[in-house]
């Protein structure tokens, strides 16, 4: 075996890559993961520990960062504190045929260090939508088949959260939920009475309590200072830097090389197999094959498109086991068009300490059981209540001394909540390659064009009117409906991109992730998502992963690889 | 302004360019010990502004913030540095619509103040502050969207106040590592009301 030959190659190191890494390298596997970013150990982030004074511009972004990130500062997400885990949009172009939010953390880690740790399961009404409502294509997979897998992987990443038994969002292996505080507490109630709709704690990758395993050594309890996208030191929330990266690095059978751009699978036509992959130095430029049995993409949803596509043959003309024509297709989101707001009387004698990494959630309720309305799907919500802070002091021409004494009393209570939909897939959603437009790598650039459509129109209407009927009913005052102006990746979760399937011809992965035209290839990063339901997808992408990399060393064992 | 002080400025302005412009507050005030220059004169004078360069411009902001959030047994906004990050905030963090609307404000501002009375600076402390709160009571009364002036500077200052250290630890409970979540607390039970987040 060559320095340049592994038993697998996993290409990416966020969510998903982590958890392939792992499960790989635990089960003996030489496996070399590629990440084309910089390097990122824990517990080293620059920012995480950090106190408010010692951000600049109170951690305001510059015009100068904005320039070299118009994408990513558009959003509102990047941030002093964090935005070196935000790419720059400059050296990483792409095309936007409609606008598209395609936010990137190009790093060992990827986005698992920034997202926001929301973790549900999807439930039977999610796995069986498509096949019952004749949309896209059936999933090949059932709840009952990914359970298991479900409690694997939220037992080692650590989900908090409340037992509730709903048929539409599956409980899991939780550990203790965090507080509701007083107020939410009060909206909970009132909603179950007035409109009989649950209110739960969201459901978070924080670490509420001790691992009930002893795998992670390298990871303690959250300590309530909401500053996890920075990177925690602590280890209190889950990413692959604190997580799974290190259990693959203990394994000694992991290989991992930053800076690595993989731009193309390698394909042997005689052997109807992938060999490998092609890779160009980010920093040097300099190009590198590298060998393996197996190879998993988990280089997000379109990154691994991106390759695929690149990846053409005389078997795969069109991209890589695109021989159903929908690789780049079906790109799903989260549509985010808004939701509602209120302020609360009362409860001023009342706040919280500590600061709470999540909030409360409102699980889908439409389309659920008795409930039809005139679209398909559903929708839920993430909200929370607070005390105003000094923002309401801006509209103000309180002065002096007076404006002094209103600093050391909380402001009035206000709550709020946002809706995330579930997208359907379309077809016409869709990535694909411009071969006359180049990057800095010489490498061609992606073009992206997905949009929502006459469903998710339909559902926008219930998603904001409903939000303020709830905190209208609820009996609090200046309810304000938010209508924000929501495309397509907003939600930073887009996926779809090779969806699996049972039929060859409709799908491009198979139920175990993999490439139904060539089997030692397997996708588990949000591409194989056939339906997106309207629950945050992370969760999912870890049970997928794992599941496909259990299979993937059976199979392998067997010698059907 | 006395004529002291702004004797006293000038010079420690010379004093600034002459080592270069770069030179450290520590430093500048080692030299500026026998001027007995003691006050706040001497931080504002050894910054040199980014943003806000013409004449005045740098004083009326400074004069401004601190009417809002004046020293009392507590910090006021020049103790926790406000007007520095205002110049820094307007230079390198707003477009530049926002930028030109702040300095035309400002103009029309100081203009104001020149026509309903005496400039702005040389104005008694107490009509310096009536001036402020009748130009913020007027600008809440009209059309705030762009925002007016008086109402960016009172933005700005609140945002640099609530994002320094004294600020911050001054008037709220300010825990860098809470280690838990409690999601109903009584005021009472509070060391500060106002908890960080």
Redesign the interface.
């Known amino acids: 075996m060559d320095t340049n030959s592994f038993d697998a190659i996993v290409v990416g190191s966020g969510m998903s890559g982590g958890w392939a890494a792992k499960e790989l390298t635990e089960k003996g596997l030489k496996t070399l993961v590629l990440e084309r970013g910089r390097m990122v150990r824990h517990p080293d982030y620059p920012t995480a ?1 950090k ?3 010692d ?1 600049p ?8 960062t904005r320039q070299r990130k118009p994408v990513q500062t558009r959003t509102g997400y990047p941030t002093p504190a964090n935005q070196h885990w935000f790419v720059d949009d400059l050296d990483n172009p792409y095309v936007e045929e409609q606008p598209f939010d395609w936010l990137r953390g190009y790093h060992v880690g990827g986005r698992s260090l920034m997202w926001a740790r929301q973790s549900y399961r999807f439930g039977p009404l999610d796995f069986e939508a498509n096949a019952k409502e004749g949309v896209g294509v059936p999933w090949p997979v059932t709840y009952d088949e990914i359970a298991p897998w479900y409690d694997k992987v939220e037992i080692f990443a650590g989900i908090s959260g409340s037992v509730e038994g709903l048929y539409q969002l599956p409980d899991g292996k939780f550990l203790p939920p ?5 107020v ?2 009060d909206f909970k109630k009132r909603l179950d009475e007035k409109l009989g709709r649950k209110l739960i704690i969201g459901r978070c990758a924080n670490l509420t309590a001790p691992l009930t395993h002893n795998e992670s050594p390298q990871r303690g309890t959250c ?4 500053l996890c996208i920075r990177g925690c030191p602590f280890g209190g929330y889950f990413s692959s830097v604190s997580a799974t990266l290190p259990s693959a690095e203990r394994t000694g059978n992991m290989t991992l090389l930053p800076n690595q751009i993989v731009y193309e699978l390698i394909y042997d036509n005689d052997k109807g197999k992938a060999t490998g992959v092609r890779v160009l130095d980010a920093e040097t430029g300099k190009q590198t094959d590298y060998f393996a049995k197996i190879v998993f993409l988990c280089a997000s949803a379109l990154g691994s498109a991106y390759i695929m596509l690149n990846s053409t043959s005389s078997r795969f003309p069109n991209g890589f086991g695109n021989d159903s024509g929908e690789l780049g297709c079906n790109i799903m989101d989260h549509n985010k068009p808004g939701g509602s707001n209120a302020s609360v009387e009362g409860y001023l ?8 990494p999540n909030g409360f959630y409102i699980p889908r309720y439409r389309n659920v059981g008795k409930d039809k309305r005139g679209y398909l799907r559903g929708f839920g919500y993430q909200g929370r209540a ?1 005390r105003a ?3 309401r ?5 309180a ?3 007076d ?2 004494k209103e ?4 402001g009035p209570w206000n709550v709020g909540m946002t809706a995330f939909g579930e997208i359907l897939p379309y077809h016409e959603n869709h990535a694909r390659l411009d071969r006359d437009r180049k990057d800095k790598h010489g490498l061609p650039l992606l073009v992206v064009n997905a949009v929502v459509r006459d469903n998710e129109r339909k559902m926008e209407e219930d998603m904001r009117n409903d939000a303020a009927e709830m905190l209208e009913a609820a009996g609090y005052k200046n309810v304000k409906v938010n209508s924000d102006n929501y495309h397509v990746g907003n939600s930073i979760h887009e996926s779809g991109t090779a969806r699996m399937g049972s039929d060859p011809k409709k799908s491009v992965l198979n139920k175990f992730n993999q490439v139904h035209a060539c089997k030692n290839v397997f996708v588990t990063d949000g591409s194989f998502m056939p339906s997106f339901g309207c629950q945050n997808p992370s969760l999912s992408y870890m049970a997928f992963t794992a599941r496909a990399a259990d299979h993937a060393v059976g199979e392998l064992k067997k010698g059907n690889l | 302004m006395s004529d002291e002080m702004m004797q006293r400025r000038v010079l420690l302005r010379r004093v600034a360019w002459m080592l270069g412009g770069a030179v450290s507050a520590p430093a500048a005030l080692a030299i500026l010990q026998g001027c007995s220059a003691k006050d706040a004169a001497v931080s504002a004078a050894v910054f040199k502004p980014k943003f806000l360069t013409a004449p005045s411009q740098m004083d009326i902001v400074a004069e401004i913030a601190d009417i809002i959030i004046p020293k009392t047994d507590t910090s006021g906004a020049k103790d926790a540095g406000v007007p520095a990050f205002i110049d820094l905030v307007l230079a390198d963090v707003y477009p530049k619509d926002a930028q030109q609307r702040f300095t035309a404000g400002l103009q029309e501002f100081a203009a104001m103040a020149s026509t309903s009375g005496s400039p702005f600076l040389e104005r008694e402390p107490a009509q310096r502050a009536a001036f402020v709160k009748q130009s913020l009571e007027k600008a809440l009364e009209g059309e705030r969207n762009p925002k007016p002036f008086i109402l960016m500077a009172r933005e700005l200052t609140l945002l640099g106040f609530f994002t320094s250290k004294v600020g911050i630890t001054e008037n709220m409970e300010y825990v860098a590592v809470p280690t838990a979540y409690h999601g109903c607390v009584p005021l009472s039970q509070m060391k500060k009301h106002v908890y960080w987040e």
Do not use: M
């Open positions: 520990t106190d408010p004074w951000l511009y109170g951690n305001r972004i510059t015009q100068e965090h507080d509701l505080n007083c939410e507490v300590q309530s200072r909401n004698d009342v706040a919280y300490t500590g600061r709470r607070a802070g000094y923002g002091f801006n509209d103000s021409a002065i002096g001394e404006l002094k600093f050391l009393e909380p």
